[in-house]
């Protein structure tokens, strides 16, 4: 399983699987450090996620608002909406239809 995030023009395309064992790559994530003004988190083809890639994205979001970037999430997969659900912080996503 591997994950890979690609940056074009405004948006970084998540493909994989952003999970525990896959974070390390991007752990820290330098690529916010990059990109300025507004973002999308695109996840449409993210396979997979799990609790370690949620608490991972609440970091880049809180990261971003320091940096004073604006990130917004658009495809996101129904297993990530579950799993915000069950943890309690869908609220504190940016989730664009």
Same mark, same amino acid.
């Given at each position: 399983?591997?994950?890979?995030? =690609?940056?074009? =023009?405004?948006?970084?395309?998540? $493909?994989?699987?952003?999970?525990?064992? $896959?974070?390390?790559?991007?752990? @820290?994530?330098?690529? #916010?450090?990059?990109?300025?003004?507004?973002?999308?988190?695109?996840?449409?083809?993210?396979?997979?996620?799990?609790?370690?890639?949620?608490?991972?994205? +609440?970091?880049?979001?809180?990261?971003?608002?320091?940096?004073?970037?604006?990130? $917004? #999430?658009?495809?996101? @997969?129904?297993? +990530?909406?579950?799993?915000?659900?069950? $943890? =309690?912080?869908?609220?504190? +996503?940016?989730?664009?239809?």
């Amino acid at each position: 399983m591997t994950l890979k995030i =690609a940056q074009q =023009a405004d948006a970084l395309h998540f $493909t994989g699987v952003l999970n525990r064992d $896959t974070l390390m790559l991007y752990s @820290p994530f330098t690529q #916010l450090n990059k990109l300025s003004g507004n973002v999308k988190f695109d996840f449409n083809t993210l396979d997979n996620i799990d609790t370690a890639g949620l608490a991972w994205l +609440l970091q880049q979001l809180s990261e971003a608002k320091r940096l004073g970037i604006t990130i $917004t #999430l658009c495809n996101v @997969p129904q297993q +990530l909406l579950s799993l915000a659900d069950v $943890t =309690a912080v869908r609220s504190l +996503l940016p989730i664009i239809d």
